[in-house]
């Protein structure tokens, strides 16, 4: 397997430093021939929650043994576990692993140089603007990027024989929350005003300003603000800020390049690069006038930028009310071609699904379809996961839904021609919480234009959400189903004689209502049925004989219904049998109770019993009007069977002889 394919593990790739390092590794790798596939969270990992464990998904399909290296964001990816996971991983394929912005001894490490950058835009502030008393916003305690500006500030200003007091110095964690409370509380101390404050980042130098702001303190004629890391939102603060940004484009090239002269197979050890910070003096200490028709722009471009945020977030809630209401997986996720074309700037979208996920859904599962070739080609892999692939949609093409199995180290069906075809994918992981449903994958070029990633987050939330709330619906429908079967056996149970399977008592008149509903009749006949004898076949021949004649009794009456008839065992070796009639003929209860005693006959001449098989039966027919008095009437059949049974009796020696010599043959 050729391996031309670097692996770029990364978090929050809509961000100004991941989508800038992203978008030079691209470049440089075309240049150079290769293939990028990108897995990112858009989380840091750094809850270890149940949603961090599902994010963390993405980083276990990673099929090393297809790449060149792997350039790794340790940084941002919070997660300890992930990247000494990835850097193993990689070791063990004998891959080179770039670290970018922290030094680890077993990758090829890619810093920045932060402390030489800072210390300039201190010295530049004394030099140039004769700042003598500085405030500095740290970031967090104890942490290294936080110690090293703070460390570097305080260097330079005792240089030049200035001093940094511990009261001028806070802690804003590099957010927005902790800063506001350490201006408040710093002008609420009425300590003098310093000549600039030194941020550690963007972030909290744009808070910084707008603190003075509320309090008519203008930068930079009052009162300097500097910031670092040059974020994307610093082009739309007011005033524009100082601040130092990193080259993302050196460090890309790097990565890409080391990667290629490791694989090349260099002997010299790790090496570890130094890429410097760019310094950029603006608005905010007063080197660059300020630009209000600039400022403008900038606001319409966040207003616009808001505007569409808007769109895109009604957008991702009518597709998950669409989505959600479906109930199986393959028209839930039809309806994401309904929305496809918002998201235009994808030339290639896939949707993969893990195989067991899809098996929950009875309806999609019957559809999918295995191509061996593509099964065998990894077979190898022991413990591969299986996926299929749901939705596959290309700008200019109409979308299929192949719902095709493939092994999961494939990533994509076919995943070499798509590969040589898109250069770059990206894949994002799909799942709510920690349970992981598969990943949808597009095919990005992010050096030729820019991409709105934010897109991609709302959709594979939105997604993730929806197949959550379908598989719910099947597992409610499922669940719904056993309880509907329970009921119905319950039912029939309470209805069903447990003996002969035919009705019991309540089952014979809930049928006669149900049948009445159905047909226009102008009379019924009912019939009772008692086994004769019954005591002497169990006390002779024992209750399984005398539970085998009633069987056969019911068997007889099975033989004797049609659909307008029921027949149900009332108790013991009593039995009934009702039947709705059209046009009754003159003898249609005689009729009956002769086929009852034809069919007991043939029983008798089967010579497979050792007793007289025998049955009193009493039968009437009344017109339909009488169907409000039906005990009225079974009870006027029973006394007919009674008369029957009556006779029987009288003739019991006759019986008794007759026995006697079915035994002695």
């Not at 963007?202 to 300003?209: E, K, L, P």
């Not at 009875?362 to 593509?374: F, H, M, N, Q, Y």
């Amino acid at each position: 397997m050729s391996r031309n394919t670097i692996a770029v593990c990364i978090v929050k790739m809509d961000e100004n430093f991941q989508s800038e390092s992203i978008k030079a590794i691209t470049k440089r790798a075309e240049e150079r021939g290769l293939n990028v596939e990108i897995y990112n969270s858009f989380v840091e990992l750094v809850n270890r929650d149940l949603h961090d464990k599902g994010e963390e998904s993405i980083f276990e399909l990673i099929d090393y043994r297809h790449l060149c290296g792997i350039i790794l964001f340790p940084e941002k990816i919070k997660s300890s576990k992930v990247n000494e996971q990835i850097i193993r991983y990689g070791k063990e394929h004998n891959l080179p692993v770039v670290s970018i912005d922290k030094k680890i001894p077993e990758c090829i490490s890619i810093t920045f140089d932060y402390v030489h950058a800072f210390e300039e835009i201190v010295e530049h502030l004394i030099k140039i603007h004769d700042c003598k008393r500085f405030y500095v916003m740290a970031g967090m305690r104890n942490n290294s990027f936080s110690d090293e500006r703070l460390n570097a500030a305080r260097r330079i200003i005792e240089r030049y024989g200035l001093e940094l007091t511990d009261d001028y110095i806070g802690y804003g964690d590099f957010w927005e929350g902790p800063t506001r409370e350490n201006i408040t509380r710093f002008f609420e101390s009425g300590k003098p005003l310093p000549d600039a404050f030194v941020a550690a980042n963007d972030t909290m130098a744009m808070v910084i300003c707008d603190e003075l702001g509320k309090r008519n303190i203008r930068v930079p004629e009052d009162v300097i603000v500097t910031g670092f890391d040059g974020i994307d939102m610093e082009k739309y603060a007011v005033p524009r800020l100082t601040t130092a940004e990193t080259d993302m484009e050196r460090s890309g090239f790097m990565a890409v390049d080391a990667i290629l002269a490791s694989s090349a197979g260099s002997s010299s050890p790790l090496k570890s690069f130094v890429v410097p910070f760019n310094t950029r003096y603006s608005q905010s200490c007063g080197c660059v006038g300020k630009d209000s028709l600039g400022n403008n722009a900038g606001v319409q471009y966040l207003c616009n930028t808001l505007g569409l945020t808007r769109q895109l977030i009604n957008l991702m809630a009518s597709m998950l009310t669409r989505m959600s209401s479906k109930k199986d997986l393959f028209s839930m996720i039809k309806e994401a071609d309904r929305f496809r074309q918002y998201f235009y700037e994808y030339n290639d979208l896939y949707v993969c699904l893990r195989k067991e996920v899809v098996l929950e859904d009875d309806i999609t599962s019957a559809g999918l379809v295995c191509k061996p070739e593509r099964m065998d080609a990894v077979s190898e892999q022991s413990g591969d996961k299986q996926m299929v692939l749901m939705y596959e949609t290309h700008n200019g093409f109409k979308p299929t839904y192949p719902l095709e199995v493939f092994m999961g180290r494939e990533m994509l069906p076919g995943r070499g021609e798509i590969i040589d075809m898109c250069r770059n994918l990206c894949f994002i992981p799909l799942h709510v919480q920690d349970k992981v449903y598969g990943y949808i994958a597009v095919s990005v070029m992010p050096h030729q234009k820019d991409y709105d990633y934010t897109q991609l987050s709302y959709f594979s939330r939105s997604l993730s959400q929806a197949i959550s709330f379908v598989l719910q619906i099947i597992k409610n429908q499922k669940a719904n189903d056993k309880i509907q079967a329970a009921n119905e056996k319950l039912e029939s149970l309470y209805i069903t004689d447990y003996l002969t399977g035919i009705n019991n008592r309540r089952g014979f008149f809930k049928r006669i209502e149900e049948l009445k509903r159905c047909g226009d009749y102008s009379a019924f006949m009912v019939a009772s049925i008692d086994l004769n004898g019954l005591k002497l076949i169990n006390d002779k021949f024992g209750h399984h004989e005398g539970d085998r004649a009633i069987c056969m009794i019911a068997d007889i009456l099975k033989e004797l219904m049609d659909e307008r008839c029921v027949c149900a065992r009332f108790g013991g070796d009593e039995f009934s049998f009702f039947k709705f009639i059209e046009s009754p003929g003159p003898c249609e209860d005689e009729e009956f109770c002769n086929s009852l005693k034809g069919l007991v006959g043939k029983k008798n001449a089967s010579g497979d019993m050792p007793y007289l098989f025998s049955a009193s039966c009493g039968a009437v027919v009344v017109p339909i009007s009488s169907i409000d008095m039906l005990d009225k009437v079974i009870s006027q059949a029973d006394e007919k069977m009674y008369e029957e049974k009556a006779l029987f009796h009288r003739t019991h020696k006759e019986y008794e002889k007759r026995r006697a010599d079915r035994n002695n043959e």
